[in-house]
């Protein structure tokens, strides 16, 4: 059965550094997400992408942040000068139209 | 910004009993969505709604549509052991999903 790959499994970064969240979504599918979930809390949108373009993004997402779809099959989250509180899981997603797929999530811990 | 309510936050039932969430929204959803969680893992679709008042199934779940379009709840019947987990109602609002505040399920033998 396809499914969203996340990669890594879990990050360790040092406050202040750029990190690099990998994601190959289902290979038919047009839309893409990115989400993320503090510990313990509900899981909350960051960004849309469809045709090559963010098509929504929330206040979660401000200029640290910016998404690419590099090479038709890999969709990236960049975080480019990560801080503490952005320590989370990120969970990818991806759909046709209205059922959204999640992947296994990166857990990225900022120290 | 919108917000989804769940209730009850958490529950701990035993095995074989029926289980009942909700989820409620002072915002208008045109389809609305649940997932399962388990920890450490991603969010896992179950059920999907896309019209008021449906009601649809899936194995031992049922899930309903509300007919304002503002709520909608979960059933699960006769719960086993492998149904504990997070459940998240999430309600799709043009390009993106709203998740819900969770219910938190812990099923004995």
């Known amino acids: 059965e396809p499914e969203v790959t996340q990669t890594p499994s879990h990050q360790v970064t040092q406050m202040g550094q750029e990190v690099i969240l990998r994601c190959v979504p289902i290979?038919?599918?047009?839309?893409f997400y990115w989400y993320r979930q503090i510990l313990g809390q509900k899981v909350e949108f960051l960004v849309s992408?469809?045709?090559?373009?963010?098509?929504?993004k929330s206040e979660i997402f401000d200029d640290q942040f910016s998404v690419e779809r590099p090479d038709g099959s890999n969709f990236t989250l960049k975080i480019r000068s990560t801080k503490l509180e952005d320590s989370a899981m990120y969970f990818c997603?991806?759909?046709?139209?209205?059922?959204?797929?999640f992947g296994q999530g990166t857990r990225l811990t900022v120290v | 910004g919108q917000q989804l309510n769940q209730s009850p936050q958490s529950m701990f039932i035993q095995e074989g009993e029926d289980v009942s969430m909700n989820c409620t929204s002072s915002s208008i959803f045109n389809t609305w969505l649940w997932y399962k969680q388990d920890p450490g893992e991603g969010p896992v679709l179950l059920i999907a709604l896309y019209k008021a008042g449906e009601l649809t199934s899936n194995g031992r779940l049922t899930a309903q549509f509300g007919i304002t379009r503002k709520d909608s709840f979960l059933n699960i019947s006769a719960s086993i052991p492998s149904d504990v987990g997070i459940y998240f109602c999430a309600g799709q609002m043009s390009d993106k999903l709203i998740f819900g505040t969770g219910t938190r399920l812990q099923v004995f033998p």
């Open positions: 992408f469809y045709n090559n373009e963010i098509s929504e």
């Open positions: 997603a991806s759909t046709m139209n209205t059922e959204a797929f």
């Open positions: 290979s038919n599918h047009l839309y």
